[in-house]
């Protein structure tokens, strides 16, 4: 099993930056960030594809997220500029699985998390 470990996590006022980051164990072909609030459901964020390199992200979060990687650190970086209250969740890493990126069921392992909390 992978193992996928985040840091970076934080507490920040409104219109602030953190940046996160994810190492995984092995390779992977895709690592991507979720989010999830209290009484939320689980959130796409942003995904990188190692092979192609191509990104993509979130609605709520484009133009203000960038998410970048570090191949010969099996590292996964996200950027997280302009925060907002509402960006407030825990936040999770995730790599591997099969199918759409958007549905977090389909990612196979999953990091611990880590606390984004966002004040106004």
């Known amino acids: 099993q992978v193992q996928l470990r985040e840091s970076g996590g934080g507490s920040v006022q409104a219109g602030g930056s953190l940046n996160l980051s994810c190492t995984a164990s092995?390779?992977?072909?895709?690592m991507a960030w979720y989010r999830q609030a209290p009484g939320k459901e689980r959130e796409g964020v942003a995904v990188?594809?190692?092979?192609?390199?191509?990104?993509y992200y979130g609605d709520s979060v484009k133009g203000r997220f960038t998410i970048s990687r570090d191949d010969a650190k099996n590292t996964v970086y996200l950027q997280m500029n302009s925060l907002k209250p509402e960006d407030s969740a825990i936040y999770y890493c995730?790599?591997?699985?099969?199918?759409?990126?958007?549905?977090?069921?389909?990612?196979?392992?999953w990091g611990q998390g880590t606390q984004v909390t966002v004040s106004s």
């Open positions: 995730a790599s591997g699985g099969a199918g759409t990126w958007t549905n977090w069921r389909y990612m196979g392992d």
């Open positions: 092995e390779y992977q072909r895709r």
């Open positions: 990188v594809y190692r092979d192609t390199g191509n990104t």
